[in-house]
T-cell receptor, first 114, second 110 residues
Framework: DARVTQTPRHKVTEMGQEVTMRCQPILGHNTVFWYRQTMMQGLELLAYFRNRAPLDDSGMPKDRFSAEMPDATLATLKIQPSEPRDSAVYFC????????????FGEGSRLTVL | GENVEQHPSTLSVQEGDSAVIKCTYSDSASNYFPWYKQELGKGPQLIIDIRSNVGEKKDQRIAVTLNKTAKHFSLHITETQPEDSAVYFCAARGPSQFYFGTGTSLTVIP
């Protein structure tokens, strides 16, 4: 059963600490999206990649967030230093190409920054 | 860029009644409109979608309608059941990414 795998599922950290979230897209999918979900903003697009190349990261605060795809099976989202306002659920989604017909979402990483 | 608006933000219905969620979009170039269901603690999952060359699509108790002229599309759930309780998101596909509505929290009261 193909699915997007995200780790960790839950993370509690203190302000100022570095946080790294990982995503394993579905094998064969070459497009990966990172979304942030909060009650106030809904689903916000942070960044997306096609064939491991970043296509758009304009939704991401550049001073503290970074996203990479070291290889086709791993996408990472890093926050350094973390702040309480970063508390949210972060979702990774993968598809077969940019604007793919269907996005497959992972279960999300719930981040709490104290 | 595209702007997707979704209403209502919360919806409560009695079991067996119908539920309707409405979305509007701004970019006439958008050509694909999926609906996602998100259960508590889970990621969104696609439940139905419609392309811009189709006006209506049905899948059992779920249907979606699209009015390209007015730039709005709707999700209809008939004979609602408690397991339909979830957050529903509409989306529009632009040239390179998806644009999501803000979600509707549906509660089906047994």
């Amino acid at each position: 059963d193909a699915r997007v795998t995200q780790t960790p599922r839950h993370k509690v950290t203190e302000m100022g600490q570095e946080v790294t979230m990982r995503c394993q897209p579905i094998l064969g999918h070459n497009t990966v999206f990172w979304y942030r979900q909060t009650m106030m903003q809904g689903l916000e697009l942070l960044a997306y990649f096609r064939n491991r190349a970043p296509l758009d990261d304009s939704g991401m605060p550049k001073d503290r967030f970074s996203a990479e795809m070291p290889d086709a099976t791993l996408a990472t989202l890093k926050i350094q230093p973390s702040e309480p306002r970063d508390s949210a659920v972060y979702f990774c989604a993968s598809g077969t190409r940019t604007g793919a017909r269907e996005l497959f979402f992972g279960e999300g990483s719930r981040l709490t920054v104290l | 860029g595209e702007n997707v608006e979704q209403h209502p933000s919360t919806l409560s219905v009695q079991e067996g009644d119908s539920a309707v969620i409405k979305c509007t979009y701004s970019d006439s170039a958008s050509n694909y409109f999926p609906w996602y269901k998100q259960e508590l603690g889970k990621g969104p999952q696609l439940i139905i979608d419609i392309r811009s060359n189709v006006g209506e699509k049905k899948d059992q108790r779920i249907a979606v309608t699209l009015n390209k002229t007015a730039k709005h599309f709707s999700l209809h759930i008939t004979e609602t059941q408690p397991e339909d309780s979830a957050v529903y998101f509409c989306a529009a596909r632009g040239p390179s990414q998806f644009y999501f509505g803000t979600g509707t929290s549906l509660t089906v009261i047994p």
